[in-house]
């Protein structure tokens, strides 16, 4: 299995432009998790979607953020206006929740630059 | 809010030297609890799970898990230069399986 791809690895743009970043869960993986990771706060859960369903999106950090899951195999997190402050690595997670495997199998992160 | 603190660091060790990473959590509702480890611009990667009180080894490694007191460890026995990264401690609630991560501790195994 190629693991969780995410893409871009890193992108650069300009404040106010829309950013739209994209991942590949797992096959078979039923969750698919979006953490932001920065210096200053760690890794936040931003939201997360089990069999594609959306379950908690309170760690979003406000209505610029969006995120969708259209079937299994891909989701995508976009950002709308960008703004300086959302400048972080950008992290796609995917897990199988069965009784035993809580093991998160994350994807190389996307880099992004607001400027 | 749940809480999951670690020191961050630098941990700086000597090569061969027992390493000691510590984490307290704040839920006490949690019931599993996670080690991972960051290399510097790379994704965690999990390297123990503890869900019990007490020890669990696999290899170099022990996770120490004491849930009266919400406290979790990480001992890495004869440090390597290459186990020099960020750990992570995340910690899940009963039932959710979804965790929380601390900060990470920056750990520095020197020659």
């Known amino acids: 299995d190629a693991g969780v791809i995410q893409s871009p690895r890193h992108e650069v743009t300009e404040m106010g432009q829309e950013v739209t970043l994209r991942c590949k869960p797992i096959?078979?993986?039923?969750?698919l998790f979006w953490y932001r990771q920065t210096m200053m706060r760690g890794l936040e859960l931003l939201i997360y979607?089990?069999?594609?369903?959306?379950?908690?999106d309170s760690g979003m950090p406000e209505d610029r953020f969006s995120a969708k899951m259209p079937n299994a195999s891909f989701s995508t997190l976009k950002i709308q206006p960008s703004e300086p402050r959302d400048s972080a690595v950008y992290f796609c997670?995917?897990?199988?929740?069965?009784?035993?495997?809580?093991?998160?199998?994350f994807g190389s992160g996307t880099q992004l630059s607001v400027l | 809010q749940k809480e999951v603190e670690q020191n961050s660091g630098p941990l700086s060790v000597p090569e061969g030297a027992i390493a000691s990473l510590n984490c307290t959590y704040s839920?006490?509702?949690?019931?599993?609890f996670f080690w991972y480890r960051q290399y510097s611009g790379k994704s965690p990667e999990l390297i123990m799970s503890?869900?019990?009180?007490g020890d669990k080894e696999d290899g170099r490694f022990t996770a120490q898990l004491n849930k009266a007191s919400q406290y979790v460890s990480l001992l890495i026995r004869d440090s390597q230069p290459s186990d020099s990264a960020t750990y992570l401690c995340?910690?899940?609630?009963?039932?959710?399986?979804?965790?929380?991560f601390g900060r990470g501790t920056s750990l520095i195994v020197h020659p």
């Open positions: 997670a995917s897990s199988w929740q069965g009784a035993t495997n809580e093991k998160l199998f």
């Open positions: 096959s078979g993986h039923d969750y």
């Open positions: 979607f089990n069999n594609n369903v959306p379950i908690d």
């Open positions: 839920d006490r509702g949690s019931q599993s």
């Open positions: 503890i869900y019990s009180n």
């Open positions: 995340a910690v899940a609630s009963g039932g959710s399986y979804i965790p929380t």
